[in-house]
Every structure is written in structure tokens, then in C-alpha cells.
């Protein structure tokens, strides 16, 4: 069900700064300016999480990321939004379009911090997803997360994630409050190899909002056990290919492939590769085609990203002619069942 962010929605805007500084369009080492804006709203006078920043100063992009992921500075979020999209409210449009192209469809973000706005929402699985890609997809910058404190302009703060302190090996994510919202947490720790994410939103207090994390962090770390169903350059599948020199191209993913099995109820288990085919020819090798996908009853638990093994051609004349009147004629199936 929606719920409003809160500091949560700080996720969204590191993917979007992660996801920046991965494509080369900002660097660490690029400076923003801190405005009136982000120091009324964010800083020192407006009595939220803040990381102290100077008003007209320039601040390195590493140190407005270490000062949202470890202090929730809200100052450090709008001088991050102000100098990679011009306003708060562009870079806010950039975060909901970067939402939905992660698959994030019910989370609509309206400014850079969380703070209170008509129409911000989101949900605690969408913030589950969102971490795990963050965690996944941006390991050179999810230490951030765990980082135990930061000092900045003299004032040093301990991370505000209540559970790094607890002593359970928790290195993330983030915390968040506010009157409508409740108490809420992304939560991860990990535990013989399994890394767990949890959400969790409307607790009552800062005490509640930890003992709760920690209760779910530590089932979920008894409850399932990591499983490697394809090693490393293991071909996991095909898809099929429209117009080619082959019928179908092989599909694997970046590295092996680990699923997270339940320690009961195995059964219920269940995994197919999705994609939108015929994959038109030429193919080439590394190419994104889908993904594997993975059940746990009802519940989708785990999405693998899959790409081509090999590159195909494109096939002759009478090939493409017989693949395009199978098409005219039955279409073809888009998901394979392993």
C-alpha cells in the first residue's frame, strides 16, 4: 500500500546520483554550490537532518553523498538536486522517470528529501527493490552506507541508522520519520552469505522501528539458505531470434547465479526467463535480452538480469521470410519455462 517516504526516499536520490557518476556525467570530485534554497530548507535554519553546509560554499559531490547516506542530510540532497538538474523540482521529475524505468510503478517523488509533499508516495517493496538494486548494481558506492560517521564543517555526527549500532552486522540503508508517516527503516545485514534487505513503515517509536528491523533481518537470515543454480558463463537458456542466421540465441548472466531458497516449503518454488521476443537479428554478444525470474509461491523474489552468450547474424533471404510468416501466422511464444 502507498505510504508517504519520509527520509526513505533519500534511496532514490542516490540511485539517481549513483546512477550519474556510473554514466560519467558528474564526478566525485565535481563541486555544487550551496543556494539560499538548500540552506533555508535543508541546513542549519531549518531544524531537519542536516549536514551544516555553508550557505554559498562549494562542496565535492563525495561529500554531499557521505553527508545524505550517513547523516540524512536534507541540505546535502537539495544541493545535489539544484546542481545536476538546475531545481529541486527537476531533479525530483528525474527521480519518478528513473523510478518507473527500474520497475518502480506506485513511487512518485516530488522532492529530494522526503520531507512532507502532497503526491509523494512510495511503498515498502518498492524501497525493498530499490535497495537491493542500489546494492547490486552500485557496489563501489554502497559503502557509504555503512560508514559509522562523518564530520563536515567541523561538526562530526554519527550515522543516523539506528541499527548500525545494534551489533547485528547491519551496513545500511536508511532511516525515516515524520508525523504522517510513522517511523520507518530500509534495513540489511549479511549472514553467511546471504545479504537481506527489509522495509518496514508506521512504527510507533525510534525503539520499535529498530527492534522490529532487527527481528526481521534475523528471520530472514535463518530462514533461507543461498543456492548456486549457474555457475559462471553457464548458459541458463535461449530466446528465440527473428530474421537470423540461428533460430535462437543462448542466454547467461554477468556471473553465476544464486537463489535464495526457502529452508521450508521448497516446493512452492518456481523460475522462468522472461523476454520480449522474437529478439530480432543481428544479436550481439553481451546484449541485454531479459531477465530469469524467480517465485516463491505467488511472490517474485529475485529478477536476473540475462544477456546473449553469443552473436548472431542475420540470416538469409529465405530464413527471415519463413521466420516473419511464423510470425504472421502464430506468433510466438515470449516466456520459457526452465
Known amino acids: 500500500k502507498p505510504i508517504p517516504p519520509a527520509s526513505m526516499a533519500k534511496l532514490m536520490t542516490m540511485e539517481v546520483v549513483f546512477n550519474a557518476i556510473k554514466s560519467k556525467r558528474i564526478t566525485l570530485d565535481d563541486t555544487f554550490v550551496v543556494s539560499e534554497n538548500a540552506w533555508r530548507t535543508g541546513g542549519a535554519p531549518s531544524g531537519t537532518s ?57 513511487s512518485t517523488f516530488v522532492n529530494s528529501t522526503g520531507l512532507p509533499a502532497d503526491g509523494q508516495q512510495t511503498t515498502v517493496r518498492e524501497l525493498t527493490m530499490l535497495a537491493l538494486h542500489i546494492w547490486r548494481d552500485y557496489p563501489e558506492f554502497f559503502h ?14 554519527r ?59 534475523d528471520w530472514g537470515s535463518r530462514s533461507f539458505q543461498k543456492t548456486e543454480i549457474f555457475a559462471k558463463d553457464e548458459v541458463v537458456g535461449e530466446a528465440e531470434v527473428f530474421g537470423g542466421a540461428k ?8 556471473g553465476p547465479v ?14 522462468r526467463i522472461v523476454y520480449d521476443g522474437p529478439v530480432a537479428a543481428p544479436v550481439e554478444e553481451g546484449q541485454p535480452v531479459g531477465e530469469l ?33 511464423k510470425e504472421l501466422a502464430v506468433g510466438w511464444l515470449r516466456q520459457k519455462h526452465l
Not at 527537476?90 to 520497475?103: D, I, K, S, V
Request: overall charge neutral.
Open 144 to 157: 557509504y552506507y555503512g560508514q559509522p560517521d562523518f564530520t563536515w564543517n567541523k561538526i562530526s555526527q
Open 293 to 325: 525470474r524467480v517465485w516463491i509461491g505467488d511472490t517474485l523474489s529475485q529478477r536476473t538480469p540475462l544477456f546473449a552468450a553469443e552473436a548472431v547474424k542475420v540470416g538469409t533471404l529465405p530464413q527471415r521470410a519463413l521466420d516473419a510468416a
Open 50 to 106: 542536516t549536514m551544516f553546509a555553508k550557505l554559498k560554499s562549494a562542496v565535492r559531490v563525495e561529500d554531499l553523498i557521505q553527508g545524505v547516506t550517513v547523516q540524512a542530510a536534507n541540505d546535502g540532497c537539495i544541493v545535489l538536486a539544484e546542481g545536476m538538474a538546475g531545481s529541486e523540482a527537476n531533479f525530483a521529475a528525474q527521480m519518478t522517470e528513473r523510478a518507473r524505468e527500474l520497475g518502480l510503478s506506485k
Open 258 to 271: 544464486d537463489i535464495f531458497l526457502p529452508i521450508t516449503n521448497r516446493d512452492k518454488l518456481t523460475a
Open 247 to 254: 533460430s535462437g540465441v543462448a542466454l547467461k548472466a554477468k
Open 159 to 217: 550515522n543516523r541508522n539506528p541499527l548500525l549500532a545494534m551489533g547485528i552486522d547491519a551496513d545500511g540503508f536508511v532511516a525515516g520519520a515524520s508525523e504522517s508517516a510513522g517511523f520507518g527503516i530500509v534495513g540489511t545485514v549479511s549472514h553467511n552469505g546471504i545479504r537481506v534487505i527489509a522495509a518496514l513503515s508506521g512504527l510507533a517509536s525510534d525503539r520499535e522501528r529498530s527492534e522490529e528491523a532487527r527481528k526481521l533481518l
